[in-house]
């Protein structure tokens, strides 16, 4: 109940496409569903954060949508770049606890 | 320096050394993270300090020792690792404990390779 399942794995898109990750959850005691980035050689940093008060949160090029009825969310990054190449990590957070998903290695190709 | 910093970056020990990773925080915060980052696996949070007293122990083997000076410092003592504690080992800040639900700030980690 406590885990949170990220797929896929990995992705690789074309530049300029767009790529979507998901996420989802079991525990409904979580309410506060972060996405952090993480480039090689450097620590996971926040991206964007969503609460379940809103469906949706836009950020640039990034956008998390949030479907609390099917305990799912996922980061959607439009027109996609090389820089955006690396590894993402949903969570879900509580008052008690913060879990992370497994991960997905996102590869931009130019 | 700036934000949260880890040393070493990368260690190499056998089974029966004993050695310490060291984290620092520049930004004011009061509560420190310990992470084990493992291949395809989520991050595994190990322990939690507030304002130097640990508030949170996932259940790690005791041959991982933890050691908050103060607020700013958080060490990771190591001794009698296995292969399989091999890992990135990332530490963590952030401004106050709230469990799951503030922003966290991680160093860039410290590669341990157990032989």
């Known amino acids: 109940q406590q885990q949170v399942k990220q797929s896929p794995q990995s992705l690789i898109v074309q530049k300029g496409g767009i790529s979507i990750i998901n996420c989802a959850y079991e525990?409904?005691?979580?309410?506060?569903f972060p996405w952090y980035q993480q480039f090689p050689g450097k620590g996971p940093a926040l991206l964007i954060a969503?609460?379940?008060?809103?469906s949706e949160k836009k950020e640039g090029r990034f956008t998390i949508s949030f479907n609390k009825s099917a305990k799912q969310f996922s980061l959607h990054i439009m027109d996609s770049q090389p820089g955006d190449s690396a590894t993402y990590f949903c969570a879900a957070g509580s008052a008690r606890q913060l879990t992370f998903g497994s991960g997905t290695q996102l590869t931009v190709l130019p | 320096e700036t934000g949260v910093t880890q040393t070493p970056r990368h260690l190499v020990m056998g089974m029966t050394n004993k050695k310490s990773l060291k984290c620092e925080q520049h930004?004011?915060?009061?509560?420190m993270y310990w992470y084990k980052q493992s291949a395809k696996k989520p991050l595994e949070l190990m322990f939690v300090?507030?304002?130097?007293?640990?508030?949170e122990n996932n259940s790690v083997p005791s041959r991982f020792s933890p050691e908050c000076p103060n607020s700013s410092h958080l060490f990771l003592h190591l001794h009698t690792l296995q292969p399989e504690d091999s890992a990135l080992y990332l530490c963590?800040?952030?401004?106050?404990?709230?469990?799951?639900?503030?922003?966290?700030?991680f160093g860039e980690g410290s590669r341990l390779t157990v032989l």
């Open positions: 969503i609460r379940p008060d809103v």
């Open positions: 300090y507030s304002l130097e007293e640990r508030v």
């Open positions: 963590a800040s952030s401004q106050v404990w709230t469990g799951g639900t503030g922003e966290l700030f």
């Open positions: 930004l004011g915060h009061n509560a």
């Open positions: 525990n409904t005691a979580f309410d506060y």
